[in-house]
């Protein structure tokens, strides 16, 4: 596993698929910045190493994480990896836009995230049932019965979202916030909901999301998060 994600063209990769979305061969081939016999050779060690999947869409491949388990731990490398060399005006804004808000895989990352996440703890929408900061792959939490209408009110329906076959809510570590986020399959369906309803709106940056005046107003008004 460390040698899969040790080479530059692999990490590139495999970054730009933190954004939950299917990408082809060739759309990752420019992101990496090689030639397209090459991606296909690192995507086929990747798949090898079960690191990645292929989407079929009739002739079409597209290659998406395995799961949010490999998300988790690309996010963790991040972590403890140093900032990457601010060199370009364009550079400074993508960095500002993904601190701001983005997509970790496939739920809120990011300070709008994190002020959601603590937000919802607050005002008793969630509560912990294991905070286990050190080890953030067991942490778990429920959602209170004032949790539940809230999140119904805008149309997350709990019941089916405890059914997935994944874990329900737990937290991640964000990396630009040193703060948790909620991800699971609450995460999941909260930020699919909230993109859905035009609260955040996804930026030319992969990953980035904005939040719109609608958005802005509506997590005030539902969760009591309000974002500066």
């Known amino acids: 596993m460390a040698a899969l994600l040790a080479d530059r063209t692999r990490a590139s990769m495999l970054t730009a698929l933190l954004d939950g979305r299917p990408l082809s061969a060739g759309e990752l081939a420019r992101t990496a910045g090689v ?19 292929v989407v079929r869409q009739g002739r079409h491949r597209y290659y998406r994480l395995k799961g949010a388990e490999v998300a988790a731990v690309i996010e963790a490398i991040s972590r403890i990896s140093p900032d990457v060399e601010v060199r370009s005006l364009r550079q400074s804004r993508q960095a500002r836009a993904l601190q701001e808000a983005r997509t ?40 209170t019965d004032k949790g539940e209408r809230q999140l ?34 609450l995460g999941a369906a909260l930020t699919a909901r909230m993109i859905e309803d035009g609260w955040f709106e996804r930026g030319s940056t992969r990953r980035a999301l904005f939040v719109t005046e609608k958005g802005r107003g509506r997590l005030a008004d539902v969760f009591g998060c309000v974002l500066g």
């Open 104 to 143: 970790c895989y496939d739920h809120l990352a990011g300070r709008a995230g994190s002020a959601l996440f603590e937000a919802m703890l607050s005002r008793d929408l969630l509560e912990a049932v294991d905070t286990s900061y050190d080890d953030p792959a067991n942490s778990a939490y429920e959602v």
């Open 35 to 53: 030639s397209a016999a090459t991606a296909s050779s690192h995507l086929a060690k990747l798949l090898d190493g079960d690191l990645v999947t």
């Open 152 to 185: 119904e009110s805008i149309g997350v329906d709990v019941g089916a979202v405890r059914r997935a076959r994944r874990r329900f809510a737990g937290h991640c570590l964000d990396w630009t916030e040193r703060r948790p986020h909620l991800n699971g399959a």
